[in-house]
Antibody
């Protein structure tokens, strides 16, 4: 059974940083890209970027370049999302998700998801 | 970025109804179109990928069609567990973008 289990909710002050973890199990961690997607209250899903756990290579959405860092620890099958210089607009649920990796899908067809981590930015 | 527009934004339906949701892309995306279902306080769930392929484990009452710029998600006979919000997503070009969602509510 494929599982992605994320860390718990966080409350941060503006300007702070936060790291969200995504612990995976049930599949070969280095065989599938991990994506991060966020959903602000009442808003549509927003793709933030991906990381290739096999190489450590990343691709961030332009909007998030300079403000996020995605990493992995292959020894424990865990992905991390670090958010820097938080502002109130960063208040959202952050999801990690596995790329399905099918030939006809292109990137970011997301077949397994974590449960989400609520990050609240408030003074 | 490619803009994805869904219609309607919400709809009311009864169990057993046939439901159709439309998604339009601001430019051609071939068949790089996915559909997700999201229930309150849950993560999205992949239903359809590549515009027409049913994800493993998803009931056959869900189907997708379309290519180019116009796509459709159909639920042939709405079940109680299908009341949720549905999102389309294009994966033709980066960044992958989602529609604003269609909420299917109880009539």
């Amino acid at each position: 059974q494929v599982l992605l289990v994320q860390s718990g909710a966080e409350v941060k002050r503006p300007g702070a940083s936060v790291t969200v973890s995504c612990q995976t199990s049930g599949y070969a961690f280095t065989g599938y890209y991990i994506h991060w997607v966020r959903q602000a209250p009442g808003q549509r899903l927003e793709w933030m970027g991906w990381i290739n756990p096999n190489t450590g290579g990343t691709n961030y959405a332009q909007k998030f370049q300079g403000g996020v860092t995605m990493t992995t620890d292959t020894s424990i099958g865990t992905a991390y999302l670090e958010l820097n210089r938080l502002i109130s607009d960063d208040t959202a649920v952050y999801y990690c998700a596995r790329d399905k990796g099918c030939a006809s899908c292109n990137y970011a067809t997301l077949d397994e998801w974590g449960q989400g981590t609520l990050v609240t930015v408030s003074s | 970025d490619i803009q994805m527009t869904q219609s309607p934004s919400s709809l009311s339906a009864s169990v057993g109804d046939r439901v159709t949701i439309t998604c339009r892309a601001s430019q051609t995306i071939n068949t790089y179109l996915n559909w997700y279902q999201q229930k309150p306080r849950e993560a999205p769930k992949l239903l359809i990928y590549g515009a027409t392929s049913l994800q493993s484990g998803v009931p056959s009452r869900f189907s997708g069609s379309g290519s180019g710029t116009e796509f459709t998600l159909t639920i042939s006979s709405l079940q109680p567990e299908d009341f949720a919000t549905y999102y389309c997503q294009q994966t033709y070009s980066l960044p992958p973008t989602f529609g604003h969602g269609t909420k299917v509510e109880v009539k």
